[in-house]
Protein backbone atom coordinates (compact mmCIF):
# COMPACT_ATOMS: atom_id res chain seq x y z
CA UNK A 1 0.00 0.00 0.00
CA UNK A 2 1.26 3.61 -1.06
CA UNK A 3 1.76 6.41 1.22
CA UNK A 4 -1.40 8.05 2.28
CA UNK A 5 -1.31 11.82 1.47
CA UNK A 6 -1.83 15.15 3.82
CA UNK A 7 -4.36 16.13 1.46
CA UNK A 8 -6.12 12.69 1.81
CA UNK A 9 -5.70 12.68 5.71
CA UNK A 10 -7.40 16.13 5.80
CA UNK A 11 -10.27 15.02 3.65
CA UNK A 12 -10.57 11.88 5.59
CA UNK A 13 -10.44 13.62 9.10
CA UNK A 14 -13.50 16.25 7.71
CA UNK A 15 -16.05 13.43 6.18
CA UNK A 16 -15.70 11.63 9.19
CA UNK A 17 -16.19 13.92 11.98
CA UNK A 18 -19.84 14.50 11.63
CA UNK A 19 -20.82 10.62 12.07
CA UNK A 20 -18.54 10.13 14.84
CA UNK A 21 -20.52 12.93 16.18
CA UNK A 22 -23.56 10.59 15.63
CA UNK A 23 -21.74 7.74 17.06
CA UNK A 24 -21.34 9.64 20.15
CA UNK A 25 -24.73 11.03 20.26
CA UNK A 26 -26.34 7.38 19.71
CA UNK A 27 -24.06 5.78 22.26
CA UNK A 28 -25.13 8.79 24.92
CA UNK A 29 -29.12 8.02 24.12
CA UNK A 30 -28.30 4.39 24.52
CA UNK A 31 -26.69 4.55 28.04
CA UNK A 32 -29.50 7.12 28.92
CA UNK A 33 -32.02 4.63 28.63
CA UNK A 34 -30.26 1.63 29.98
CA UNK A 35 -30.03 3.22 33.24
CA UNK A 36 -33.43 3.30 33.45
CA UNK A 37 -34.30 -0.68 32.51
CA UNK A 38 -34.05 -1.92 36.51
CA UNK A 39 -36.41 -4.63 35.88
CA UNK A 40 -38.15 -7.17 33.66
CA UNK A 41 -41.33 -5.06 33.40
CA UNK A 42 -43.24 -4.93 30.18
CA UNK A 43 -41.47 -1.58 30.25
CA UNK A 44 -38.16 -2.73 30.18
CA UNK A 45 -38.35 -5.33 27.94
CA UNK A 46 -39.61 -2.93 25.15
CA UNK A 47 -36.55 -0.28 26.09
CA UNK A 48 -34.46 -3.63 25.13
CA UNK A 49 -36.05 -3.84 22.16
CA UNK A 50 -35.24 -0.48 21.26
CA UNK A 51 -32.11 -0.66 21.69
CA UNK A 52 -31.47 -3.82 19.99
CA UNK A 53 -32.91 -1.82 16.96
CA UNK A 54 -30.62 0.97 18.05
CA UNK A 55 -27.56 -1.19 17.98
CA UNK A 56 -27.91 -1.85 14.59
CA UNK A 57 -28.22 1.82 13.49
CA UNK A 58 -24.78 2.02 15.32
CA UNK A 59 -23.15 -0.73 13.54
CA UNK A 60 -24.44 1.36 9.92
CA UNK A 61 -22.51 4.35 11.32
CA UNK A 62 -19.44 1.91 11.55
CA UNK A 63 -19.71 0.30 8.38
CA UNK A 64 -19.79 3.93 6.72
CA UNK A 65 -16.87 4.91 8.00
CA UNK A 66 -15.26 1.98 7.27
CA UNK A 67 -16.53 2.79 3.77
CA UNK A 68 -14.83 6.42 4.25
CA UNK A 69 -11.52 5.02 4.99
CA UNK A 70 -11.41 2.51 2.16
CA UNK A 71 -12.53 5.59 -0.32
CA UNK A 72 -10.50 8.52 0.95
CA UNK A 73 -7.64 6.03 2.61
CA UNK A 74 -7.27 3.11 0.79
CA UNK A 75 -7.60 1.11 3.43
CA UNK A 76 -9.81 -0.76 5.80
CA UNK A 77 -11.18 0.83 8.71
CA UNK A 78 -10.31 -2.41 11.24
CA UNK A 79 -11.53 -0.36 14.80
CA UNK A 80 -14.42 0.61 12.94
CA UNK A 81 -15.35 -3.30 11.69
CA UNK A 82 -14.22 -4.21 15.01
CA UNK A 83 -16.71 -1.71 16.77
CA UNK A 84 -20.03 -2.96 13.92
CA UNK A 85 -19.69 -6.09 15.18
CA UNK A 86 -19.25 -5.64 18.68
CA UNK A 87 -22.37 -3.68 18.20
CA UNK A 88 -24.26 -6.82 16.68
CA UNK A 89 -23.20 -8.75 19.67
CA UNK A 90 -24.80 -6.02 21.63
CA UNK A 91 -28.13 -6.13 19.61
CA UNK A 92 -28.18 -10.12 20.11
CA UNK A 93 -27.84 -9.25 23.78
CA UNK A 94 -30.84 -7.09 24.05
CA UNK A 95 -32.76 -9.73 22.71
CA UNK A 96 -31.46 -12.33 24.52
CA UNK A 97 -32.45 -10.73 27.54
CA UNK A 98 -35.78 -10.02 26.05
CA UNK A 99 -36.35 -13.06 24.87
CA UNK A 100 -33.75 -15.54 26.37
CA UNK A 101 -30.87 -17.38 24.32
CA UNK A 102 -32.35 -20.70 24.43
CA UNK A 103 -31.77 -22.95 21.15
CA UNK A 104 -33.81 -26.63 21.98
CA UNK A 105 -36.42 -25.28 23.92
CA UNK A 106 -40.00 -26.11 24.53
CA UNK A 107 -42.60 -22.61 24.43
CA UNK A 108 -43.12 -23.11 27.74
CA UNK A 109 -39.57 -22.65 28.95
CA UNK A 110 -39.72 -18.85 28.01
CA UNK A 111 -43.30 -18.14 27.34
CA UNK A 112 -43.19 -15.84 30.40
CA UNK A 113 -40.81 -13.70 28.51
CA UNK A 114 -42.95 -13.55 25.01
CA UNK A 115 -45.82 -12.47 26.77
CA UNK A 116 -44.39 -9.50 28.50
CA UNK A 117 -43.85 -8.30 24.42
CA UNK A 118 -47.06 -9.91 23.26
CA UNK A 119 -48.30 -6.47 22.14
CA UNK A 120 -46.05 -6.28 19.45
CA UNK A 121 -46.83 -7.26 16.00
CA UNK A 122 -44.96 -9.88 13.93
CA UNK A 123 -44.75 -7.65 11.10
CA UNK A 124 -42.32 -5.56 13.16
CA UNK A 125 -40.49 -8.50 15.19
CA UNK A 126 -40.14 -9.87 11.40
CA UNK A 127 -38.31 -6.54 10.09
CA UNK A 128 -36.30 -6.41 13.39
CA UNK A 129 -34.77 -10.02 12.89
CA UNK A 130 -34.40 -9.25 9.18
CA UNK A 131 -32.45 -5.95 10.04
CA UNK A 132 -30.34 -7.67 12.41
CA UNK A 133 -29.41 -10.61 9.69
CA UNK A 134 -28.57 -7.91 7.12
CA UNK A 135 -26.28 -6.29 9.23
CA UNK A 136 -24.15 -9.37 10.48
CA UNK A 137 -24.54 -10.23 7.08
CA UNK A 138 -22.81 -6.54 5.72
CA UNK A 139 -20.21 -6.76 8.64
CA UNK A 140 -19.23 -10.32 7.90
CA UNK A 141 -18.78 -9.44 4.49
CA UNK A 142 -16.96 -5.86 4.85
CA UNK A 143 -14.11 -7.78 7.13
CA UNK A 144 -13.47 -9.77 3.98
CA UNK A 145 -13.23 -14.11 3.65
CA UNK A 146 -9.57 -14.05 5.56
CA UNK A 147 -10.20 -12.04 8.70
CA UNK A 148 -9.00 -12.82 12.04
CA UNK A 149 -12.86 -12.96 12.96
CA UNK A 150 -14.04 -15.52 10.63
CA UNK A 151 -15.02 -18.12 13.04
CA UNK A 152 -16.40 -15.72 15.41
CA UNK A 153 -18.99 -15.27 13.50
CA UNK A 154 -20.15 -18.32 14.33
CA UNK A 155 -21.14 -18.21 17.19
CA UNK A 156 -22.83 -14.46 16.57
CA UNK A 157 -24.74 -15.90 13.79
CA UNK A 158 -25.79 -18.79 16.35
CA UNK A 159 -26.76 -16.52 18.76
CA UNK A 160 -28.62 -14.78 15.74
CA UNK A 161 -30.30 -17.89 15.12
CA UNK A 162 -31.76 -18.68 18.44
CA UNK A 163 -33.13 -14.86 19.10
CA UNK A 164 -34.78 -15.14 15.55
CA UNK A 165 -36.55 -18.32 16.84
CA UNK A 166 -37.35 -17.14 20.23
CA UNK A 167 -39.24 -13.80 19.22
CA UNK A 168 -41.58 -15.54 16.68
CA UNK A 169 -45.14 -15.75 18.45
CA UNK A 170 -45.40 -19.20 19.35
CA UNK A 171 -48.82 -18.80 20.91
CA UNK A 172 -50.30 -18.31 17.60
CA UNK A 173 -47.83 -19.37 15.17
CA UNK A 174 -50.35 -21.94 13.74
CA UNK A 175 -53.58 -20.00 13.68
CA UNK A 176 -51.44 -16.62 11.61
CA UNK A 177 -50.34 -19.42 9.34
CA UNK A 178 -53.84 -18.92 7.58
CA UNK A 179 -53.42 -16.82 4.29
CA UNK A 180 -56.68 -14.65 5.55
CA UNK A 181 -54.78 -13.44 8.64
CA UNK A 182 -52.93 -9.79 8.80
CA UNK A 183 -49.45 -10.11 8.30
CA UNK A 184 -49.43 -13.70 7.07
CA UNK A 185 -46.68 -12.87 4.40
CA UNK A 186 -44.44 -11.30 7.26
CA UNK A 187 -45.08 -14.28 9.40
CA UNK A 188 -44.39 -16.81 6.73
CA UNK A 189 -41.46 -14.82 6.00
CA UNK A 190 -39.87 -14.89 9.33
CA UNK A 191 -40.66 -18.60 9.78
CA UNK A 192 -38.70 -19.70 6.44
CA UNK A 193 -35.84 -17.65 7.96
CA UNK A 194 -35.36 -19.27 11.10
CA UNK A 195 -35.58 -22.79 10.11
CA UNK A 196 -33.00 -21.16 7.41
CA UNK A 197 -31.24 -19.73 9.84
CA UNK A 198 -31.29 -23.22 12.64
CA UNK A 199 -29.85 -25.20 9.55
CA UNK A 200 -27.19 -22.44 8.62
CA UNK A 201 -25.91 -22.44 12.46
CA UNK A 202 -25.80 -26.21 12.86
CA UNK A 203 -24.11 -26.34 9.70
CA UNK A 204 -21.53 -23.54 10.76
CA UNK A 205 -21.00 -25.06 14.26
CA UNK A 206 -20.22 -28.14 12.53
CA UNK A 207 -17.88 -26.51 10.15
CA UNK A 208 -15.87 -24.69 13.11
CA UNK A 209 -16.05 -28.22 14.63
CA UNK A 210 -14.44 -29.63 11.81
CA UNK A 211 -11.90 -27.23 10.49
CA UNK A 212 -10.98 -25.13 13.30
CA UNK A 213 -11.64 -25.90 17.20
CA UNK A 214 -12.03 -29.83 17.27
CA UNK A 215 -13.95 -28.88 20.46
CA UNK A 216 -16.98 -30.98 21.01
CA UNK A 217 -19.06 -28.19 22.33
CA UNK A 218 -19.15 -27.10 18.90
CA UNK A 219 -20.48 -29.62 18.00
CA UNK A 220 -22.99 -30.06 20.60
CA UNK A 221 -24.15 -26.78 19.62
CA UNK A 222 -24.04 -27.95 16.32
CA UNK A 223 -27.25 -31.28 16.99
CA UNK A 224 -28.71 -28.56 19.46
CA UNK A 225 -29.67 -25.98 16.51
CA UNK A 226 -30.71 -29.18 14.39
CA UNK A 227 -33.22 -30.15 17.71
CA UNK A 228 -34.71 -26.87 17.26
CA UNK A 229 -35.25 -27.41 13.39
CA UNK A 230 -36.96 -30.86 14.04
CA UNK A 231 -38.82 -29.30 17.02
CA UNK A 232 -40.14 -26.67 14.43
CA UNK A 233 -41.28 -28.89 11.85
CA UNK A 234 -42.63 -30.95 14.77
CA UNK A 235 -45.06 -28.18 15.76
CA UNK A 236 -46.34 -26.92 12.23
CA UNK A 237 -46.75 -30.82 11.61
CA UNK A 238 -43.92 -31.24 8.81
CA UNK A 239 -43.63 -35.11 10.04
CA UNK A 240 -41.61 -35.95 7.29
CA UNK A 241 -39.36 -32.99 7.22
CA UNK A 242 -38.73 -33.48 11.62
CA UNK A 243 -37.77 -37.25 10.05
CA UNK A 244 -35.35 -36.26 7.91
CA UNK A 245 -33.80 -33.68 10.54
CA UNK A 246 -34.14 -36.80 13.17
CA UNK A 247 -32.03 -38.60 11.18
CA UNK A 248 -29.36 -36.73 10.40
CA UNK A 249 -28.91 -35.75 14.00
CA UNK A 250 -28.41 -39.60 14.80
CA UNK A 251 -25.57 -39.60 12.13
CA UNK A 252 -24.19 -36.33 13.43
CA UNK A 253 -24.54 -37.48 17.13
CA UNK A 254 -22.97 -40.86 16.17
CA UNK A 255 -19.69 -39.18 14.48
CA UNK A 256 -19.39 -36.83 17.74
CA UNK A 257 -19.59 -40.18 20.03
CA UNK A 258 -16.76 -41.95 17.98
CA UNK A 259 -14.36 -39.38 17.85
CA UNK A 260 -14.99 -38.35 21.56
CA UNK A 261 -14.02 -42.03 22.19
CA UNK A 262 -10.66 -41.35 19.48
CA UNK A 263 -9.62 -38.47 21.53
CA UNK A 264 -10.15 -39.93 25.03
CA UNK A 265 -8.06 -43.20 24.02
CA UNK A 266 -5.64 -40.99 22.41
CA UNK A 267 -5.04 -39.13 25.78
CA UNK A 268 -4.74 -42.90 27.57
Not at 21 to 43: N, P, Y
Not at 106 to 125: K, N, W
Request: hydrophobic share 40%.
Amino acid sequence: MGKISAVAKQRYSEKVKKYKAEVEQMLGRERSIASTIRDDSDEACFKRLGLADERLNLASRYLLLNRVSVALLGVRGEAFLNDARKSCYQSVIFLEETVTDLIDAGYSEYSEQLERIESVPDDARYRLVRKLGFTIEAVEQSFGENSKWKWSFVELEGRFAAVAKNILNMKSLVAGLDPRSDHYEERLAHLALVKRLQQRAADRYRERYELSTLRLDDFKLAIAHLAALRRLHLLLGEADLAETVKKRMEVWKQKMDSDDKRESSNKR
